[in-house]
């Protein structure tokens, strides 16, 4: 009986160890908790004990991979994300980095597509502030020297749809790469048909697209593909949502920050 008991005890143990869904890369998945830790944020804005669980997946979008970067939601002050190199097969340039916490998709992808017959070499992934500003600066004065009509502040309005405003890019988050060529052909190569068909396998979102452009302000960029995570990314395709849609759906109106927007 004794020995019935122990036994009994053992199986309701491993039950419930296996329904946690713990298991799998912990590099891919979403891991709220690995998320809050990370950011140094408490974990108790999101205490759903005391309520229904509500339907659906549901995400942390102060977390590192989902924290939207645009040009009316800049980079917070002071976030350095920890960076770890990108391997030499595909690192297009000295020095190339991203995200250590989604270094190994990134490999995983690349790795993949060159087992397909796919060669896809990184030719920009993170930026230092002081990289976007030289950028800016040169895509600010291209078009003025094309328009010289044009006051700094008009100017600026238009560079800013091609090339990030400083403390406004993905590339700084360490979570965006461009992929092979920044030319609007590249969306004809086998390379680009590879990406759309398998990217968000890896978490990775094609991120400015012709489609979205009215809300992302971001001229389609066939080569730029941002980190958010495979549930995130999965949806996005699923349902055709730009990483702004997918937030203004997804995101519960609870303790979360929208209203910095108003600043615009
Ligand atoms: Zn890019």
Excluded at 67 to 79: C, E, H, K, Q
Excluded at 143 to 157: H, K, W
Excluded at 217 to 235: D, L, M, N, T
Aim: net charge negative.
């Amino acid at each position: 009986m004794k020995k019935l008991l122990s036994l009994i005890l053992v199986f309701a143990l491993v039950l419930s160890v296996c329904g946690c869904g713990s298991f799998g890369d912990p590099t891919i998945s979403v891991n709220e908790d690995d998320v809050s830790s990370e950011d140094g944020l408490p974990n108790s804005s999101n205490n759903t004990s005391s309520e229904e669980v509500e339907e659906g997946p549901i995400f942390d979008f102060n977390s590192w991979e989902l924290r939207l970067v645009n040009g009316s939601t800049p980079i917070p002050d002071g976030y350095v994300p920890e960076l770890a190199a990108i391997s030499a097969p595909y690192a297009g340039f000295n020095g190339a980095s991203f995200d250590a916490r989604a270094i190994d998709p990134l490999h995983a992808l690349c790795a993949d597509a060159k087992a397909a017959g796919i060669n896809l070499t990184v030719i920009s992934a993170y930026r230092t502030n002081d990289f976007q500003t030289g950028n800016f600066e040169r895509k600010v004065n291209n078009v003025m020297a094309a328009d010289p009509s044009l006051t700094r502040e008009e100017a600026e309005a238009i560079a800013a749809t091609v090339v990030a405003r400083p403390g406004t890019s993905e590339h700084q988050v360490g979570l965006a790469v461009d992929f092979n060529s920044v030319e609007d052909s590249f969306k004809n190569t086998d390379e680009y048909a590879w990406l759309a068909a398998n990217c968000t396998k890896y978490g990775f979102i094609l991120r400015y697209t012709e489609e979205k452009q009215d809300i992302t302000k971001i001229i389609p960029e066939p080569w730029h593909y941002r980190y958010v995570g495979v549930e995130a990314a999965k949806i996005m395709e699923e349902e055709n949502l730009c990483l702004e849609e997918f937030i203004e759906k997804y995101n519960k109106p609870t303790a979360d920050e929208t209203t910095a927007d108003a600043a615009q």
